[in-house]
């Protein structure tokens, strides 16, 4: 006798069958920029003409609805949940459901709450479906590893030693889990910062450090609109990069 | 409706432990419903009726039975056991958040004794498969 089985892993796959590629952006550190690298990668990729998701799994601090402007209320349902249509891109996140209240959620919770999007959620047809992961290396970086064992991470850091500390367990745990890292993208880079740690904490890890995005001031104002975002100096360091992942 | 998705979910798991357990068919699926994501029982039977695979499979023929489980809610700080009928009721767009995300509870109510949010669902929360039985095989 089975007793007590959680049927929602059993379909993970069969939802995301229809996605080529997934691909989380990582830090385990806060404030690196992620979310900023997520949604314009999303943003991005539409742009060159691929079908791509979003999903923000920072499920207690969602922000990627601000930064693509997108409206806060449910899906729509039929055969389960179909991702909201935005700026070109099939974007999910916790935001929809939970509008502007805010939700304190333990492990367990954490984890039901990532299964039941994952077995609710219907993707479709994707290039790439680009993952918004929380920081820190706790229950979702666990939970993506279990149930999307094939996802590729794109990790993001600052010139921050403070940053690349944390950066360095994130690509320490990836390492150790044998799961597929596409690279180190360096965020806020200042001009006249000339610092080489970014570089050479990918090259510890035999990684690329894929390039690096610049401290963009009007990244803030163009926020909350998608095409004012694609044409900050941001998104023109990124396009290179979202080329050669979604090329890749 | 989404609930096609959670029971797709089901027959899915139980065609895997179907597979697993090497049984000819499935006789009985015990499926609980947790009341806090508020899926009735006739809506789940006729997702499960929707998506079941036809003749031939292992799960034509299963008996798919459907309960609700009632919702228990234990305070972390203050230990008061609770339901959901004696906290802040949940309404409109909240009890539809819910129904969807069930954690999502965690934003809309409070232990009414001490008014944390840290609380656990201790049972009552979604779906979940309580048992299956079959034929032919060395037991699932």
Redesign the interface.
Same mark, same amino acid.
């Given at each position: 006798m089975v007793h007590d089985l959680d049927p929602r892993p059993s379909v993970i796959r069969d939802r995301l069958s229809g996605v080529a590629r997934v691909v989380c952006v990582s830090a385990g550190k806060g404030g690196v920029g992620k979310s900023s690298v997520a949604s314009t990668l999303a943003l991005l990729g539409a742009e060159q003409g691929m079908a791509v998701g979003l999903l923000d799994l920072d499920l207690t601090g969602p922000t990627d609805h601000v930064i693509l402007g997108a409206r806060l209320g449910f899906p729509s349902e039929e055969y389960g949940i179909d991702p909201e249509r935005h700026a070109g891109i099939s974007f999910l996140s916790v935001a929809h459901f939970l509008g502007m209240d805010a939700a304190a959620l333990r492990g367990g919770d954490v984890t039901n709450t990532l299964l039941e999007l994952l077995a609710i959620a219907r993707w479709g047809a994707l290039d790439a479906l680009v993952i918004d992961m929380p920081p820190g290396l706790g229950d979702t970086a666990l939970d993506v590893h279990r149930y999307l064992p094939k996802a590729a991470h794109l990790v993001v850091s600052t010139p921050s030693r403070l940053a690349c500390e944390s950066v360095r367990r994130c690509l320490s745990l990836l390492s150790k889990q044998g799961a597929p890292v596409l690279g180190v993208v360096e965020n806020m880079k200042a001009k006249a910062d000339d610092s080489t740690e970014v570089a050479e904490l990918a090259a510890a890890f035999g990684l690329r450090h894929l390039g690096s995005l610049p401290r963009d001031p009007d990244l803030e104002s163009a926020l909350g609109t998608p095409e004012r975002v694609r044409a900050t100096a941001f998104a023109s360091a990124l396009r290179p990069i979202a080329t050669e992942i979604f090329g890749s | 409706?989404?609930e096609?998705?959670?029971a797709?979910?089901?027959l899915?798991?139980?065609?895997?432990?179907a597979e697993r357990e090497g049984l000819e068919r499935v006789t009985k699926v015990a499926v609980r419903l947790g009341a806090l994501q508020r899926i009735s029982v006739p809506t789940f039977e006729f997702c499960v009726n929707e998506v079941r695979p036809g003749a031939g499979s292992k799960l034509a023929e299963a008996d798919v039975q459907v309960e609700i489980e009632p919702v228990e809610l234990a305070c972390r700080p203050c230990g008061r056991h609770f339901g959901i009928e004696q906290a802040n009721a949940l309404e409109g767009?909240r009890a539809?958040?819910v129904h969807? /995300?069930?954690?999502?509870v965690?934003?809309?109510i409070a232990c009414p004794d001490c008014a944390s949010?840290?609380f656990?669902?201790v049972k009552g929360?979604?779906?979940? /498969?309580?048992? /299956?039985?079959g034929e032919g095989g060395h037991?699932?």
């Open positions: - | 409706m989404h096609l998705a959670l797709e979910a089901v899915s798991a139980a065609r895997e432990v767009d539809e958040a969807f /995300i069930p954690e999502l965690h934003a809309f949010v840290d656990e669902v929360r979604g779906v979940l /498969i309580a048992s /299956i039985e037991g699932a």
